[in-house]
């Protein structure tokens, strides 16, 4: 479990990037801290591993002080993927997946096996062990970035904005992998983004922040959509420009699903064809014909 207990952050000259900030985070549960620039989410995720400490308040894991724990064998324990994935770019990709292992002591030998084994779980062709960062594409950067994060095997991971530098279909691939990789690991992740649709989409529970790190809404998805708390919150999730109210039209003998504006957002399948096009992929075909947490997910929605 990861807590923050009223946590302020103040950087000299009076900046206030976090004023009084307060959350529980499950073990095994995906959160997603999502708002403009300036909303200190970056800053409260940083927190965590102590690449930032608090001006007051604490952060804890597992009901421990992180301010007391040594700053090099924490951010070793936590995995951690940024954007454009930081990799090094004089170090192979297998060398690079290897790096916290082998900081921590486990053998070169060893360190390289589990190295092996992520490129697999997170999609890479093994024949790209060797090659350096540069030359990759953006795509396999950012899953050389997420297999390094778990290379230590951490109960924790930590994503800030790791998709944001890649275009958009390798971004879709990406969020899908990190799906199937959460199922089967059962990590406690902490994912910044600005992209709220990327927030509903990876996070159990949206943590929705206005400027200061104040609390806008916490919920699931289903939750936000349905009750957003103020104004800022419906004009963050766009309930107030009618692109989360959605209906069904029928086009050519096929229920379409169109927003506000009349634009297509998916096809309503039944039940049974929705579980037919999703075998395989761990999903189970059932979702809601009305509000949908993303928009280009709609396919395979059951008709009601």
């Given at each position: 479990?990861?807590?923050?207990?009223?946590?302020?952050?103040?950087?000299?000259?009076?900046?206030?990037?976090?004023?009084?900030?307060?959350?529980?985070?499950?073990?095994?549960?995906?959160?997603?801290?999502?708002?403009?620039?300036?909303?200190?989410?970056?800053?409260?995720?940083?927190?965590?591993?102590?690449?930032?400490?608090?001006?007051?308040?604490?952060?804890?894991?597992?009901?421990?002080?992180?301010?007391?724990?040594?700053?090099?064998?924490?951010?070793?324990?936590?995995?951690?993927?940024?954007?454009?994935?930081?990799?090094?770019?004089?170090?192979?990709?297998?060398?690079?997946?290897?790096?916290?292992?082998?900081?921590?002591?486990?053998?070169?030998?060893?360190?390289?096996?589990?190295?092996?084994?992520?490129?697999?779980?997170?999609?890479?062709?093994?024949?790209?062990?060797?090659?350096?960062?540069?030359?990759?594409?953006?795509?396999?950067?950012?899953?050389?970035?997420?297999?390094?994060?778990?290379?230590?095997?951490?109960?924790?991971?930590?994503?800030?904005?790791?998709?944001?530098?890649?275009?958009?279909?390798?971004r879709r691939e990406l969020q899908q992998e990190l799906m199937h990789l959460q199922?089967?690991?059962?990590?406690?992740?902490?994912?910044?983004?600005?992209?709220?649709?990327?927030?509903?989409?990876?996070?159990?529970?949206?943590?929705?922040?206005?400027?200061?790190?104040?609390?806008?809404?916490?919920?699931?998805?289903?939750?936000?959509?349905?009750?957003?708390?103020?104004?800022?919150?419906?004009?963050?999730?766009?309930?107030?420009?009618?692109?989360r109210t959605l209906h069904v039209e029928r086009v050519d003998g096929r229920d379409?699903?169109?927003?506000?504006?009349?634009?297509?957002?998916?096809?309503?399948?039944?039940?049974?064809?929705?579980?037919?096009?999703?075998?395989?992929?761990?999903?189970?075909?059932?979702?809601?014909?009305?509000?949908?947490?993303?928009?280009?997910?709609?396919?395979?929605?059951?008709?009601?």
């Open positions: 479990m990861i807590g923050f207990e009223n946590v302020r952050k103040e950087y000299p000259g009076g900046t206030l990037a976090v004023e009084d900030f307060t959350l529980e985070i499950a073990s095994h549960e995906a959160v997603a801290l999502v708002g403009t620039s300036g909303s200190g989410k970056t800053t409260l995720m940083r927190m965590i591993n102590r690449m930032v400490d608090p001006t007051s308040g604490r952060v804890t894991i597992d009901g421990e002080d992180v301010a007391a724990m040594d700053p090099v064998r924490l951010r070793r324990s936590v995995g951690y993927v940024m954007q454009a994935s930081g990799l090094l770019p004089h170090r192979t990709v297998l060398d690079n997946i290897t790096t916290v292992p082998v900081l921590r002591g486990t053998a070169k030998g060893a360190a390289r096996e589990r190295a092996r084994e992520l490129m697999d779980t997170v999609g890479l062709d093994p024949a790209l062990a060797t090659r350096y960062p540069g030359q990759l594409s953006g795509g396999q950067q950012q899953r050389v970035g997420v297999a390094r994060g778990l290379a230590a095997d951490p109960n924790i991971l930590l994503m800030d904005e790791p998709f944001g530098a890649v275009d958009p279909i390798v199922r089967d690991l059962k990590k406690t992740i902490v994912f910044v983004t600005h992209d709220i649709d990327e927030a509903f989409l990876i996070g159990d529970r949206v943590v929705l922040l206005k400027p200061g790190g104040v609390i806008a809404q916490i919920g699931t998805p289903q939750e936000i959509l349905a009750e957003p708390a103020d104004d800022f919150v419906a004009s963050f999730v766009g309930a107030d420009r009618g692109v379409v699903v169109v927003d506000a504006d009349g634009r297509a957002a998916g096809v309503l399948e039944t039940r049974a064809a929705a579980g037919r096009g999703s075998a395989g992929d761990g999903s189970t075909g059932e979702s809601s014909s009305g509000d949908l947490p993303s928009g280009d997910q709609p396919t395979g929605a059951t008709s009601p």
